[in-house]
């Protein structure tokens, strides 16, 4: 099994940063593709930002340029830098993992963050 653990929400004022984290852990860990997803109270959840085991990245269009995503050398920890934050970024935010092992690719879900911004 493999667990999603993250960490960083909360409350900004617009125009300040927040960094997220997501810690992979457990007996099975070897993840590939990670990524920030979030839900506002009226949408779906929608992509944030992905990062590959190569280091490939991809954005949302209404983050690029203010979000940034990373990983560490082990590649087992995402991290989501946001700055410039605006209101309608206020949003529940979701680690995902891709992990392969033992012949099969499963998808793993973090609990949740909740990043709030307001004045």
């Known amino acids: 099994q493999v667990q999603l653990v993250e960490s960083g929400g909360g409350l900004v004022q617009p125009g300040g940063s927040l960094r997220l984290s997501c810690v992979a852990s457990g007996s099975q860990v070897n993840v590939y593709t990670m990524g920030w997803f979030r839900r506002t109270p009226r949408e779906q959840r929608e992509l944030v930002a992905t990062i590959t085991h190569g280091r490939s990245t991809v954005y949302a269009d209404s983050v690029k340029g203010r979000f940034t995503i990373s990983r560490n050398d082990r590649g087992d920890t995402v991290y989501l830098q946001m700055n410039s934050l605006k209101p309608e970024d206020t949003a529940v935010y979701y680690c995902?993992?891709?992990?392969?092992?033992?012949?099969?690719?499963?998808?793993?879900w973090g609990q949740g963050t909740q990043v709030t911004v307001s004045s």
């Open positions: 995902k993992a891709e992990n392969y092992y033992s012949g099969s690719w499963t998808d793993y």
